[in-house]
């Protein structure tokens, strides 16, 4: 990899939430698309500061030169937070870039 083999994506809950992080390839933005992979579904968490760390590379590949996504690019990660008490729920968005 270019830069390193892992991402640190941060978030801040200001309430309890169910969390789902879905990290998207170039060019697909809606987060239910089945080329999406999570990397968090449904976890509940109480309010608090969040890193997640991903790490894109084959665990398969013991030189840990082959990427779990095949194309390069910017990558879109979509983080959905559901209310556990009203079901209300909201989606941010950010960019990681990937290459190899």
Not at 4 to 15: A, Q
Not at 28 to 55: E, K, W
Not at 61 to 67: C, I, T
Request: charged fraction near 15%.
């Amino acid at each position: 990899m270019s830069y390193g083999h892992v991402s640190r994506l941060s978030f801040v809950l200001d309430r309890s939430a169910s969390v789902t992080i879905t990290l998207l390839p170039p060019n697909i933005a809606d987060p239910a698309d089945p080329s999406g992979r999570r990397i968090m579904t449904n976890n509940p968490l109480p309010v608090g500061a969040y890193t997640v760390v991903f790490d894109p590379t084959d665990p398969a590949d013991p030189n840990q030169a082959s990427m779990l996504f095949s194309a390069e690019g910017p990558y879109t990660f979509a983080i959905q937070t559901v209310n556990p008490a009203t079901g209300a729920s909201q989606l941010k968005r950010g960019v990681v870039s990937m290459f190899k």
